[in-house]
């Protein structure tokens, strides 16, 4: 079949569709919470050679997760291993698609006859893959070992034959065997899901026009992306930051970017940023990759689909064994502390030269909070996992978004409360913004929430991690700071316990583990902000009187 230009445009639709479909199939198949409410997972496809062709809504921090994770397995395995009925797993995270070992890629090569036309891959968040903790991160991890199960481009499925093996190992080595398995075999089917659409445009269309098709819609990517490249003013922009702990006592650890805008391509240069960290704050240079590109996706055309053309005018430079490019056997669980750190760096470095694109600094951490224990009424283990939102830092013409998930987080959700309630042995007894200082400006940035967990089973054990802990969102032409992330223990004798880090700690029946999440940065000089807004956020409880008096120079009447 001769394809024309409309045919091609149908054709290139139906493959952004097939990603779309992938993700509806992993949230109506997954049994775990933060898969299926938090929608921590991404779904696509790539052509043979793992050119990324498309990517359903998920987590942005898999922008480089899917492609990268078809072009390392084809470096793991010839051409002859690779069959009909394949479906291969992995979650390493020093090569392609590596993130942390908690999230897992299942690939399956699509084959027209015998011939590799293109791949579908799903990559999410396991609640467990093992390790020394619940839920397989640990702020004291100091290797990759201890962390859980390691699976580096394996056959979970062999010409359609399950390994069986493979599964035995994995029921045997997590503690939630059952949703573990059961959101293995949801990233299985979404991934069949789209190997079976893409059949289906093969069989109406013809493998020839398909195959031009991708190619088409490859080359649309990097038009687009070209054309807004071309209105980024050249030079050479620099920024440098911190992440304040390594979960190990260690730190700070300096995060420094040099961006160089040319005609024709983006080059980020993380050269002189801190050695990896001996505590599990790295992130691998697979990592790196993908939180480049959020920022690059933002700051060029991000109203168009992501795919692999997209990105053919990015370079990322940084040489191995940084905080930004560990190396085995580096500890990862936190992971996603130090890819934030490297998107948010990138993004204070071009933002004063793109201040209709970008905000202000925001509270630029997953905040990512594990609570393990017993279920009061049916006495089944649980863990909890989930991200949380905060503030985002304000613009030259509007306040910053409040309660919002960090720039790695994307379609994310909250679990809602009576899910929460339900699953686990806590009660959600606040969840508000809070007044904490910071962010004031001519626009305030976004303001963080404060989120108390009350315990009603007997004894949990509480693992958060946070970067943002003293070092604060920044502020931008005259902007205030923002305020800092930090989790609180409340014991019922009275005294608080603050962690910006920790592993496992107990807390028993009837105490309350508290989280703030930081405000954004303020934009512009707060002694600009009108009377009204001031007044305002004064009726909201967003800022006190005091706080009004000290940065807007209010006054009652």
């Known amino acids: 079949m001769t394809a024309n230009v409309f045919t091609l445009e149908i054709i290139k639709d139906s493959l952004v569709a097939v990603g779309d479909e992938m993700f509806n199939a992993m949230l109506r198949t997954s049994m775990s919470p933060i898969i299926y409410e938090s929608t921590d997972f991404a779904v696509g496809a790539t052509d043979a050679s793992g050119n990324l062709l498309a990517q359903g809504n998920g987590v942005t921090a898999f922008l480089a997760a899917l492609d990268t994770a078809v072009t390392s397995t084809l470096q793991h395995h010839e051409p002859s291993e690779i069959r009909p009925g394949d479906v291969f797993i992995t979650n390493t995270p020093y090569e392609g698609g590596g993130t942390h070992l908690s999230d897992v890629a299942i690939l399956i090569p699509v084959f027209h006859g015998d011939t590799l036309i293109a791949w579908t891959v799903n990559k999410a968040h396991w609640t467990e893959v093992g390790g020394a903790t619940p839920g397989s991160v640990s702020t004291t991890a100091t290797e990759i070992f201890q962390e859980g199960l390691r699976f580096t481009f394996v056959k979970l499925y062999d010409r359609g034959q399950l390994n069986q093996a493979l599964v035995q190992i994995i029921r045997d080595n997590v503690r939630l065997p059952d949703s573990t398995l059961g959101d293995m075999r949801a990233g299985v089917a979404a991934a069949r899901v789209g190997e079976k659409r893409i059949l289906e445009l093969v069989a109406k269309y013809g493998r020839a026009s398909v195959l031009r098709a991708m190619d088409e819609l490859l080359d649309y ?166 991200p949380l939102v905060g503030g985002w830092g304000a613009s030259q013409d509007c306040d910053g978004d409040s309660g919002q998930f960090c720039c790695s987080n994307g379609e994310t959700f909250n679990i809602p409360c009576e899910l929460f309630e339900s699953r686990y042995g806590l009660q959600v007894v606040q969840y508000a913004f809070h007044d904490q200082d910071g962010g004031a400006g001519e626009f305030r940035g976004g303001k963080g929430v404060v989120l108390d967990y009350r315990v009603t089973a007997k004894q949990v054990y509480l693992t958060y991690a946070a970067s943002r802990t003293s070092s604060r969102p920044w502020g931008a032409s005259g902007g205030q700071d923002g305020s800092n992330n930090y989790a609180e223990v409340h014991r019922r004798d009275g005294s608080i316990e603050r962690y910006n880090m920790c592993t496992t700690v107990a807390v028993k029946y009837d105490e309350i583990i508290r989280i703030y999440t930081g405000t954004g940065g303020g934009y512009g000089d707060p002694a600009a902000r009108p009377r009204e807004r001031v007044e305002s956020d004064l009726k909201n409880g967003f800022i006190t009187l005091a706080q009004a008096a000290e940065h807007y120079g209010y006054r009652p009447t």
């Not at 024709?264 to 001996?278: F, H, L, M, N």
């Not at 240079?285 to 109203?303: D, H, P, Q, V």
């Open 221 to 386: 990517g990097e038009r687009m992306t070209r054309a807004a490249l071309a209105k980024i003013p050249h030079g050479v922009y620099c920024a440098e930051d911190l992440i304040e702990d390594d979960g190990l006592g260690n730190g700070p650890f300096a995060v420094k970017v040099k961006v160089a805008v040319s005609a024709d391509k983006i080059v980020v240069d993380y050269t002189g940023s801190a050695p990896q960290a001996r505590g599990p704050i790295n992130c691998s240079y697979a990592g790196l990759i993908t939180g480049a590109r959020c920022l690059f996706k933002a700051i060029t055309n991000s109203e168009i689909p992501a795919n692999g053309g997209c990105f053919r005018m990015l370079d990322v430079i940084c040489p191995p064994g940084t905080l930004l490019s560990a190396i085995e056997p580096a500890p990862v669980s936190l992971n996603y502390e130090a890819r934030n750190a490297a998107i948010d760096v990138f993004w204070k470095a071009i933002a004063p030269v793109l201040p209709d694109r970008l905000p202000a600094g925001h509270q630029r951490s997953v905040g990512a909070t594990f609570i393990a224990g017993e279920h009061p009424d049916s006495g089944e283990f649980f863990v909890m996992g989930e």
